[in-house]
């Protein structure tokens, strides 16, 4: 068996609304679900963010702390991303070079959180990955 990429990442956001307004209007995320305690957001063609807001959750779930993860983003969209992540509410640091050649922002958003939007797979020559990661 072999992982094929996330389905769904999810995380804390005391207001589940407002973090959606966010990755909306900063990453262009549509909305594909609305519930009392949580929002789902499509990211790609296969996979989703989830806002909850703080507390026990099904299946034992419960919020905390993150360090961070990455969108995988075309290379050149890191031009435009930081005006629109200001005017949404986030805050910028970089872009960042990586000795690939490949860069990367880390976006902190309005609950805390930090997301990193990296042209990694854009930006280098990745068809050797599958030979890194295979063996788990």
Same mark, same amino acid.
């Given at each position: 068996?072999?992982?094929?990429?996330?389905?769904?990442?999810?995380?804390?956001?005391?207001?589940?609304?407002?973090?959606?307004?966010?990755?909306?209007?900063?990453? %262009?995320?549509?909305?594909?679900?609305?519930?009392?305690?949580? @929002?789902?957001?499509?990211?790609?063609?296969?996979?989703?963010?989830?806002?909850? /807001?703080? %507390? $026990?959750?099904?299946?034992?779930?419960? !919020? !905390?702390?993150?360090?961070?993860?990455?969108?995988? &983003?075309?290379? !050149?969209?890191?031009?435009?991303?930081?005006?629109? @992540?200001?005017? $949404?509410?986030?805050?910028?640091?970089?872009?960042?070079?990586?000795? %690939? !050649?490949?860069? /990367?922002?880390? @976006?902190?958003?309005?609950? %805390?959180?930090? &997301?990193?939007?990296?042209?990694?797979?854009?930006?280098?020559?990745?068809?050797?990955? /599958?030979?890194?990661?295979?063996?788990?």
């Amino acid at each position: 068996m072999r992982v094929s990429g996330f389905c769904e990442l999810t995380l804390q956001a005391a207001d589940p609304e407002r973090a959606a307004r966010f990755y909306a209007e900063a990453f %262009g995320l549509p909305v594909l679900e609305r519930a009392p305690d949580r @929002v789902w957001l499509g990211v790609g063609e296969r996979a989703r963010l989830g806002l909850w /807001s703080p %507390g $026990a959750k099904e299946f034992g779930d419960r !919020g !905390g702390l993150h360090v961070h993860f990455a969108f995988a &983003v075309p290379e !050149g969209a890191l031009e435009e991303l930081p005006e629109r @992540v200001r005017a $949404a509410g986030g805050k910028v640091d970089g872009p960042h070079v990586h000795d %690939g !050649g490949d860069r /990367s922002l880390y @976006v902190t958003d309005p609950a %805390g959180n930090v &997301v990193e939007a990296w042209d990694f797979f854009d930006a280098r020559d990745t068809s050797d990955l /599958s030979e890194h990661g295979a063996a788990a």
